[in-house]
């Protein structure tokens, strides 16, 4: 994988990743100072924009890494870190397809769906994210 895959992935999920948890402890875990009001914070929505503006940058970096890093590596054998790498693939697509289902939604019912496969799928695709990045560190501080 090249520097610039992995920079366009580690970008797109820092910004991803960020927005997305700034905006669910918003929407979900912060009161407003006003109770009529209709979000939680005042950067609600331009954290909520942010996390749909940046989505497809992530999408793109995993696009470019799908190949050469992915599926080489399944091809190959490759065992290290595969756990961790399995693991996000299969909360991948429920991440990305959820994501969009709930833009489109207009069904309550169908929006709480999206919404709760979307968070679901997104805390278990940052925690093997994270187990990922923190396994690749270990072997190389065991390697030297």
């Known amino acids: 994988m090249s520097r610039f895959e992995a920079w366009t992935v580690h970008l797109g999920m820092l910004l991803v990743g960020g927005t997305g948890l700034v905006y ?3 929407r979900y ?9 209709v979000v939680n914070h005042p950067w609600q929505p331009a954290m909520q924009h942010g996390h749909v503006w940046a ?3 992530l999408v793109f970096g995993i696009g470019l890494i799908w190949r050469e890093h992915i599926w080489k590596h ?3 054998g490759v065992c290290v870190r595969r756990s961790t790498g399995v ?3 299969l909360t991948l697509v429920p991440m990305v397809a959820s994501g969009y289902l709930l833009q489109t939604a207009v069904d309550p019912f169908w929006r709480r769906i999206w919404i709760g496969v979307h968070l679901v799928a997104s805390g278990l695709w940052i925690a093997g994210y994270a187990g990922h990045l923190l396994a690749s560190k270990r072997r190389r501080k065991y390697a030297d």
């Not at 875990?29 to 009001?37: G, H, M, N, V, Y």
């Open 24 to 26: 669910a402890w918003m």
């Open 29 to 37: 875990l912060a009161t407003p100072e006003d109770p009529f009001s």
């Open 55 to 57: 989505a497809p940058l």
């Open 74 to 76: 399944f091809e190959r």
């Open 87 to 89: 693991a996000m693939l």
